[in-house]
């Protein structure tokens, strides 16, 4: 979250003028809480502070609006996205969005608002649609996204599985992150040593740890109890 939906929306308005920038989380209070760290980078680095205008027209917790005319503004995942046009389109945890029934978005629910507010938000304007998220479970959104070819997707683990990034069968786990690393070792030892991760996986449990941090929602399609 930090690199994708602040970082490349800082980086866009930086080398842009007059474009619009859209952060979408699953709740109202997320998608703010994007919007605060990316206005306190604004605010923060004095490389930045320039795109703030002395006396802006809009600088409040769901939109603000810059010295070259870019605009970021958040909503919440619902119908409301309706009627906005923009360049980027950033989506937060999509593995969580739900329907209007409350249910996450996967095979039966699947279009109900993703593919007519959200898609569309961005493509009605030739821009880009940016999603991040842990995935869920083999049929949820961010899966199927990966599989869809008009996507491009790339899956990171906290190890590196030579089964998954050296697996010409699962090419979205290609990465150069992963080259001159061992079985097992550590892909972000500075955040996440070693021992920081073995701990983790004794404490949530080995299936939770999959998921969470090996992003490896396949061996749960195919469990009793699917999620």
């Known amino acids: ?31 703010k809480k994007i ?24 600088w409040n917790k769901s939109e603000v609006t810059l010295n070259n005319g870019c605009t970021i503004f958040c909503k919440p995942y619902n119908i409301n996205l309706r009627g906005e046009h923009v360049s980027i389109t950033v989506c937060d945890e999509v593995s969580q969005y739900k329907d209007g029934s409350g249910k996450r978005v996967h095979d039966k629910t699947h279009g109900t ?11 009605a304007k030739g821009g880009k649609l940016i999603g991040i998220t842990t995935a869920y479970s083999a049929t949820d959104l961010a899966m199927k996204m990966i599989a869809n070819p008009a996507f491009k997707g790339k899956i990171y683990m906290a190890q590196k599985k030579s089964a998954f990034v050296d697996n010409p069968d699962t ?5 150069k992150i992963y080259e001159g690393l061992k079985e097992d070792d550590p892909v972000f030892p500075d955040v996440y040593p070693i021992e920081k991760l073995m701990t983790i996986r004794n404490t949530i449990g080995h299936l939770a740890y999959d ?17």
């Open 113 to 123: 608002l993703f593919e007519r507010y959200v898609i569309t938000r961005a493509t």
């Open 35 to 58: 919007l605060t760290r990316i206005k306190t980078q604004l605010e923060s680095n004095e490389l930045l502070k320039w795109l703030i205008p002395n006396k802006p027209d809009v």
């Open 1 to 31: 979250t930090i690199i994708l939906a602040i970082g490349i929306p800082i980086w866009f308005v930086f080398f842009n003028q007059n474009k619009q920038v859209l952060i979408v989380s699953n709740t109202d209070d997320q998608a």
């Open 211 to 227: 998921r969470e941090f090996l992003s490896n929602v396949l061996t749960h399609a195919d469990s009793i109890f699917p999620p």
């Open 171 to 175: 090419p979205e786990f290609h990465s």
